[in-house]
């Protein structure tokens, strides 16, 4: 197991320093014109010319890359271009907002599919086809109809949770529970909805199989057949599309942060990558590809722990 | 069940109660009282060189300025007492306040207004060229300062109340980073670094110390999002004092709500300015007749009715009502004549019509503007083609390349004449390719050498030439809505969207 995680793990380094070779060449096609962008309109091109090689943006782009990699590898990410604030700082005041939903959703998305699927897959029948079309409908819905209509509805009309805004864990644990809880919510529909989908699936399967009837046979309880046989070897496509669920969870996170005025990762993504921001841009794109990389290594760490055969690919 | 449902409602309204204080704006009970606004402002740094109009807010809280600038756009005291022009409007002297010392306790002096003044011409910032005009500061005394201008400019009081005027702690220059997010001046708050998450929020706390007259909230919040259904659920759950709304549906949105109290201001105008008045890149714009075709081809009635929800007023001129060069009947000068555009092009020998290309920022030309300009200048035979930008490469594109020959924007509309002139007539930015005509160089110069009040006259000749021969193409002035949560009392200020931040009070 332990070469596995470590072949992995070397495997991921190498990706992420692909990518932000990608990433940092790719920035920087677009002739975004920082200098200008900064300075305005009617600022003269002298001017633009100077605050472009302040920046370090006379220089080609694989020195620039080079020198950006240089900084990064000893943790300075530097600042941004377009607020002057410094990135690490920057980026760590707004990761816990989104790793609170990330959280949140993946805890409600595991035990609220696990309960539905595993339901409808073994009860079938009227509570089968409930779930299916809950899981339907989850999924068919528009992320941001959802997510408007559970704002108006509970922090607007009946004012039990704030609309806007954002209370650090620490700070105050109501507080916290209170701004984060509808966010959650409003994420976790479309993702319990594809799980839940996928654990009946799974289980109905594993209910097929000739060690189950056998179980049966031997006159073990069903609750504890489902429970310890069923559950296990259904699991393992679950997770992997509760991982997916969990990395695809950053792009639905942009809107809800945007609509419940949450200052996280998401919407400063959008608000930094229009600009053209490229310390800042560079750093989030890091800090995803190490997330996806990581989420995958766990995913795949606990089906291997579920099923060992998978250790093997 | 019953008892769920209760216990339910009991957990809520804790939470509520725990998250319900940040909205406070009240003032019963001495408790320390908070303004929180909302902003779709992100400014570039708390450095004065750095400061433009839409940001000055955050500014003001940290900064004075040389002049204060009233919400009807009269001038008053501030760090100048008084100021006064020589006969010849190239030397404006001022005097300066004897007793005010900056957050460290360093004098504001003369040598100060000098300091900031020659580094917010070198800084290069977007609002440098605003003291184009100022060729040297000479330092009379410690509480004497003047500017000797190149040429008279009628907007240089206005300049010095705005980012120009700005003072900062000439220590805090000698490190040139150290403003950018440690801001020192002489103004009514300090920012809080503790509680302010730069890109987030800004808390700005009172400055103990203030020289001037307090200002009503001791904590100034000033929270900035991408959108507006943010703001417009903020403000009406309470957790926003105040904000503004341009939006026409989010206006109405927030309209229905009966606790929110709204103030309406008609600002930015929206409009085509038709840049290539030399027919540089389009050559049949070089016909005046062209132009005019243009503006009479368009449907402005409907347009502000579909696009603005009729939430504004439709317009033929750049000038707004509260300058001297503003004429009423020119709102209405260019009627939807739709017969007459196609003669006027037909006499411009241009009756099988031509392609325009434009550029289109989303966030500006709407669908709805996009087709309606499509459809109505399609009518007369000029073939709109959009080319859809990225804001980032937009400028790029326009102000560099200069690859287009008109462009629809939103422009706000100052109070200062020779503000207005300076953005749209005289060579620069918004008037790229540098076109200019007879009428227009015989006008300028007897604005420039006098007052608004006694330019009246040639300020309304130049608006009128401007109309008649078809420099632009406005379509309608906006209305801008404020909007607070009850708690707030909002002055809007006159030669800006946002109002200063002198101009909150709590609610009676």
Known sequence: MLGFVLRRSAAGLLLVLVISFLSYTLLSIPDLDVGRQLLGQSASQDLVDAKNAALGLDRPVLVQYLDWLAHAVRGDLGTSWFTSEDVVRAIANRLPVTISLMAGVTLVTTVAAFLLGVWAGVRRGAVDRFVQVFSVLGYALPNFLVTLVIVLVFAVRLRWFPAIGYVGIGESFTGWLSTVLLPVLSLSVGSVAGVAQQVRSSVIEVLRQDYVRTLRARGLPPSRIVLKHVLRNASAPALAVLGMQFVGLLGGAVLVEQIFGLPGIGSMTVTYTTRGDIPIIMALVMLTVVGVIAVNLVVDVLIGWLNPKARLG | MKRSATAALLVTASLIAGCSGSGDGGTAGGAPTTLNIATMTLPQSLDPKDANGSALPFFQAVYDTLIKREPDGTYSPMLATAWSYD????????????????????????????????????????????????????????????????????????YLSDAAGLMANPKDFAQDDTLKTRPGGTGPYELDAGQTVIG???????????????????????????????????????????????????????????????????FDFQGMFLFDRAGMVTPELRDPRVRQALNHAIDRPTMLAKIRQGRGAVTSQVFGPATAAYKPELDTYYTFDQAKARALLKEAGHESGFTLKLPRIPAIVSDALA?????????????????????????????????????????????????????????????????????????????????????????????????????????????????SDGSVTIKPQDGMAVPAIYNYAPAQ
């Not at chain 2, 207004?113 to 000479?138: C, H, P, W, Y």
């Not at chain 2, 800004?202 to 703001?231: C, H, K, M």
């Not at chain 2, 050498?449 to 379509?475: C, I, K, R, Y």
Request: no cysteine; aromatic share 10%.
């Open chain 2, 371 to 483: 087709a309606s300009l499509q459809t109505d200048l399609g009518a007369v035979g000029v073939k709109v083609v959009w080319d859809d930008l990225d804001p980032g490469s937009a400028v790029q594109r326009i102000f560099k390349d200069r690859a287009y020959s008109a462009m629809v924007m939103n422009m706000g509309q100052s109070s200062a004449d020779w503000v207005a002139v300076g953005e749209v007539v005289l060579p620069g930015a918004f008037n790229m390719f540098g076109y200019t005509d007879d009428t227009v160089k015989k006008l300028l110069p007897k604005i420039q050498g006098s007052s608004a009040q006694d330019a009246t006259a040639d300020l309304q000749a130049l608006n009128e030439h401007l109309v008649t021969d078809g420099w632009f193409m406005p379509f309608y002035r906006m209305t801008y809505l404020h909007v």
């Open chain 2, 87 to 158: 006969d010849k409007l190239t030397r404006l002297s001022l005097t300066l306040r004897g007793d005010v010392k900056f957050d460290d306790g360093t004098p504001f002096d003369a040598e100060a207004v000098k300091a900031n003044m020659e580094r917010f011409r070198k800084g290069g910032g977007a609002q440098a060229k605003t003291l184009n005009d100022v060729t040297s500061i000479e330092v009379v005394d410690p509480t004497h300062v003047t500017l000797v201008l190149g040429k008279p400019n009628p907007a240089m009081l206005y």
């Open chain 2, 200 to 266: 987030t929020k800004w808390v700005f706390t009172r400055a103990a110390n203030y020289w001037g007259s307090r200002l009503p909230y001791d904590t100034i919040a000033i929270s900035y999002f991408d959108n507006e259904t943010a703001i417009v659920n903020g403000i009406k759950t309470g957790q926003l004092d105040a904000a503004l709304i341009q939006d026409a549906d989010q206006q109405i949105s927030v309209e229905s709500d009966p606790e929110v109290k709204t103030v309406k201001q008609e």
